[in-house]
Nanobody
Framework: QVQLVESGGGLVQPGDSLTLSCSASGRGFSNLYIGWFRQPPGKEREFVAAVGPNGGVSYTNSVKGRFTTFRDNSKNMAYLQMTSLKPEDTALYYC??????????????WGQGTQVTVSS
């Protein structure tokens, strides 16, 4: 398993952009899926996006066309670029590493979470 550290969250206005970073340490990063999940206030954690070992990507419908995830294996980094942010994007965002794509139990390593708040 790898260890993950997230950064990049903050308070932004609707329509703004924000990029989240996920920095990994340990063995095997390049062989794992990197998933992004979020937990809005008062709701369950949900799948947002994932990027596979070879760069293939998946997105939940609500963020398609607005969010982009990609990875740089040479730096053990993954990113979630978010544009046209909406108030409903407000959530605690997590990155995770593992064998799966859509489901939380397919990921073994998790970051600490970073808060994204979209208001005004």
């Amino acid at each position: 398993q790898v260890q993950l550290v997230e950064s990049g969250g903050g308070l932004v206005q609707p329509g703004d952009s924000l990029t989240l970073s996920c920095s990994a340490s340990g063995r095997g990063f390049s062989n794992l899926y990197i998933g992004w999940f979020r937990q809005p206030p008062g709701k369950e954690r949900e799948f947002v996006a994932a990027v596979g070992p070879n760069g293939g990507v998946s997105y939940t419908n609500s963020v398609k066309g607005r969010f982009t995830t990609f990875r740089d294996n040479s730096k053990n980094m993954a990113y979630l670029q978010m544009t046209s942010l909406k108030p409903e994007d407000t959530a605690l965002y997590y990155c995770a590493a593992g064998d799966g794509i859509y489901f939380e139990d397919m990921y073994d390593s998790w970051g600490q979470g970073t808060q994204v708040t979209v208001s005004s």
